[in-house]
Every structure is written in C-alpha cells, then in structure tokens.
C-alpha cells in the first residue's frame, strides 16, 4: 500500500497550545499537501509544499519537509477550539497520484 | 454555489442491491476522482477520471463501476452491494497542474444492512 502514515492518530490540547502532527511518505512526491476534515465534511485543502521546499507558512500554519526521511509535520499554533477536525496528509506522487495518511485527529479544549 | 456536490448524502440499502451515487464539479476542472473512506477514517483512492478518461483504477471489486457522461460528472454504481461496502465515499476534482490540489464534495455515508 502506498498510504502514508500520520502520528499520533489522536491529540488533545487545550486552547492557545500549539498542535505538532507528523506524516511520513512511501515514494517520491511532487509536493505534500495537508487537508482538515471536520465531522462529516468533506477534506478541505489548507497548505501545500513543494519537493524543493522544507519550510511553509500560512497564518497560524506552519509546514515542514524532509525528503531525505520522506517526512513532513503540520503545527497549529496558539490553538482554537475551532480547530478540533481531523488533519490527513497527502503526498502527490511523480506519478501525479494523491495518498492520504491515516489522519490525525485533533481535539482543542476551549 | 457548492463547487463539488455528490447526492445523496445519506444512503441506507439492503445487500444485494443497486445504487448509484452523483458527482457534479462546476470548477472546470478536467480531474474527478472517487475516494472510499472507511471507519477508521482511512481514505483510499477508487478511481480518477482525466476528461471522460478512467486514468487510475485501484484494486476496486468490479461491482463497482465509475461513468463520466462529460468531465463535470463522475457517477459511482455499486451492484450487489456487500456489507464491506458501507463507508463514507467522497467524490474530488482537480485541475492537473504542479500545485494541483483536491476538492472534495461532502460525502455519501452508505450503510448496507
């Protein structure tokens, strides 16, 4: 199988902490992607980072990327309880496929 | 407006039935894709149709049979349905392009009883 794996698979923090989850690969990607899904929603996409990139930001978002250990993390900072959902990534492979790791589920305590 | 939309929402069926689940994408995009998520939430790549063209069929049981009637539309049907099959299946689209990402629809929970 070709599906990533992410840990841990359940987290719980409390409001203002930040969240670190980690997902490691199979094979050589073009770029990771990271998605949120709430409870009975579809996969939303958050932020993307390319093969030649090791570090992304977007707002309280942070990414990083280590092809050499085909590994990647997502930190939340200053956590809101908005932001209880479950996170997957996502490698886009060279053979423009898309597998998703087996998620994280965040839990923010208000 | 919805960009991805799958109905129904909810599908409960007795086994051996027939079903059939709709996707429309209005992002003109040319990528659909099905995806199958099961209770541990693992999400699994079904099939990915590139402009009316299956590109990527998974080990899929041939029960289930994607159509494309244009690249707006990917419907899913399912015959015989098994016990195995209930699960969340979610319906995506993508532009091909090098920061392709996915867009998902909201999902069709289907419990066979």
């Known amino acids: 199988s070709q599906q990533g794996e992410e840990d841990p698979q359940a987290l719980s923090i409390q409001e203002g902490e930040n969240a670190t989850m980690n997902c490691s690969y199979k094979?050589?990607?073009?770029?990771l992607q990271w998605y949120r899904q709430n409870s009975g929603r579809g996969l939303v996409h958050l932020i993307l980072i390319r093969s030649n990139e090791r570090e992304k930001h977007s707002g309280r978002l942070r990414v990083t990327l280590d092809t050499s250990k085909k590994s990647s993390s997502l930190l939340i900072t200053a956590s809101r309880a908005a932001d209880t959902a479950s996170y997957f990534c996502?490698?886009?492979?060279?053979?423009?496929?898309?597998?998703f790791g087996t998620g994280t589920s965040l839990t923010v305590i208000p | 407006d919805t960009a991805v939309s799958q109905t129904p929402k909810y599908l409960v069926t007795q086994m051996g039935n027939d079903k059939s689940i709709k996707c429309e994408q209005n992002?003109?995009?040319?990528?659909m894709y099905w995806y199958k998520q099961d209770s541990k939430k693992f999400l699994k790549i079904m099939f990915s149709y590139n402009n009316k063209e299956l590109i990527i069929n998974e080990t899929v049981p041939n029960r289930f049979s994607p159509k494309s009637p244009d690249k707006a539309h990917l419907n899913l049907h399912i015959n015989s349905l098994e016990l195995g099959d209930s699960a969340v299946y979610f319906c995506a689209s993508s532009q091909v392009g090098s920061d392709e990402k996915l867009f998902f629809g909201s999902g069709t929970q289907l419990s066979v009883l």
């Open positions: 992002l003109g995009h040319d990528t």
């Open positions: 996502a490698s886009k492979t060279t053979g423009n496929q898309f597998y």
């Open positions: 094979t050589s990607i073009n770029n």
